[in-house]
């Protein structure tokens, strides 16, 4: 489904690049730290540009993970899966698409996955520390191992030195696209009320059900 923006944001485009010892350790320490949680809450803002266009959309999002469950949010979108099933709610549209969760799409925001998606399908760079809102950053680049599939170039990613946590990152398209994530809150292990993993068809009267 192609209903979500978050996801794009997380493919890139460009060969050649090797993995070095700096970052991978780095991103391997992430994503150790992601598995251990039993849930995880966070919110983040989302920026889209393009100067040949005209396109300038800033928006916020959520996402809530317990497991292999979750519950995401862009603007007005929302994603909800209780691990067997996927509920994409298409605001503008009046329309919910219902699906296999093992059929998820790519471009959906499943949460754990986007927030270690450099596990599988990319090759990493270390470029160097930085700052970033006064923070002391890690600097990374992240290129896939299959790029003429994919029609983005860069992603780069900001880990804060102190947490280890991911803070920002960027990504550019061949369009001229830039689409920009930034952590606004994390929060580890909250409690989550089981009720935000499951489709309540009366929290959204008027919707179409679409059951692919």
């Known amino acids: 489904m192609k209903y979500l923006i978050v996801s794009l944001f997380f493919f890139s485009l460009t060969a050649l690049a090797q993995n070095d010892e700096k970052s991978q350790e780095l991103l391997n320490k992430m994503s150790k730290e992601i598995k251990s949680l039993s849930s995880f809450y966070m919110e983040f803002s989302f920026t889209m540009k393009n100067a040949a266009t005209g396109e300038d959309t800033k928006e916020s999002g959520k996402g809530y993970v317990k497991g292999d469950k979750f519950n ?78 994919v029609q983005y170039h860069t992603i780069t990613l900001y880990i804060d030195v102190a947490s280890s946590e991911l803070s920002k990152a960027i990504m550019k398209t061949k369009d001229g696209t830039t689409m920009s994530y930034e952590i606004v809150s994390f929060k580890k292990n909250p409690e989550i009320v089981a009720s935000k993993f499951v489709y309540d068809t009366k929290k959204y009267p008027g919707y179409k059900l679409i059951r692919d």
């Open 72 to 149: 995401a949010s862009l603007g007005d979108n929302e994603i909800i899966s209780n691990g067997i099933k996927i509920w994409t709610v298409v605001k503008e549209e009046n329309v919910t698409y219902e699906s296999a969760a093992d059929d998820e799409d790519e471009e959906s925001i499943n949460p754990k996955r986007l927030m270690t998606i450099w596990e599988s399908g990319f090759k990493n760079k270390y470029v160097k520390q930085d700052k970033l809102n006064g923070k002391a950053v890690h600097v990374i680049n992240l290129f896939p191992t299959n790029p003429g599939e």
